[in-house]
């Protein structure tokens, strides 16, 4: 899946995470997408953009499908994850991301897939991310101490995101608390 946007990755790899514990119909996924509570909190996806994501998943070898007939209505296409696409997500559950800018959601949905296999998986997750936000904070420290004194816009930007990663910190500190 290197090919593609890493916006169109994320979806991808939520997708196959949802697949991972039983085979399911589109519109299964995007209602289990819709519920409250669990990923609906960081993640949202249109329908349309569902199905074809879930075709060109298929496409690629990272899903099967096929049509059951339930009840003796319209067939529907159920989804099943293949080995590969096993292969992809647990890969992408188990890596940090790699800006702040992707803890809001694409953190926060690995973190829901870690959680849900295992608590090993979580805490490994959260301390890899833990250590690459120590990393963050002390470039972003680095360039701070770089500034001439009148660079007063620059010293705030990189002020505001030191405030970011501490906070994610934060957050990082509080899971390792709860798992």
């Known amino acids: 899946m290197a ?4 916006s169109s990755l994320q979806v991808e790899s939520i997708l196959l995470g949802l697949l991972s514990k ?7 996924l995007y209602k289990s997408l819709r519920q409250p509570g669990g990923l609906s909190l960081v993640w949202r996806i249109n329908q349309s953009n569902l199905y074809a994501i ?9 899903l099967t499908s096929e049509y059951i007939i339930v009840d003796n209505s ?5 989804f099943r994850i293949t080995a590969k696409g096993i292969d992809c997500f647990q890969q992408w559950m ?18 829901y897939f870690a959680l849900k296999d295992d608590l090993t998986t979580a805490e ?15 470039d972003i420290q ?5 500034l001439l004194p009148e660079q007063e816009y620059e ?22 608390g709860v798992i």
Request: aromatic fraction near 10%.
């Open 94 to 111: 188990r890596e940090p991301v790699q800006t702040g800018r992707e803890m809001r959601q694409i953190f926060m949905a690995k973190l």
């Open 3 to 6: 090919s593609r946007s890493n």
């Open 74 to 78: 319209h067939p529907r296409k159920d």
């Open 124 to 138: 490994q997750l959260v301390d890899a991310q833990y250590l690459l936000g120590i990393q963050w904070k002390n």
């Open 54 to 62: 879930l075709d060109k998943l298929e496409k690629d070898g990272y």
């Open 22 to 28: 039983a085979p399911l119909h589109g519109y299964d």
């Open 155 to 176: 010293r705030l930007v990189f002020q505001s995101r030191i405030f970011q990663v501490s906070a994610w910190l934060q957050l990082l500190d509080t899971c390792k």
């Open 142 to 146: 680095s360039n701070l101490d770089e």
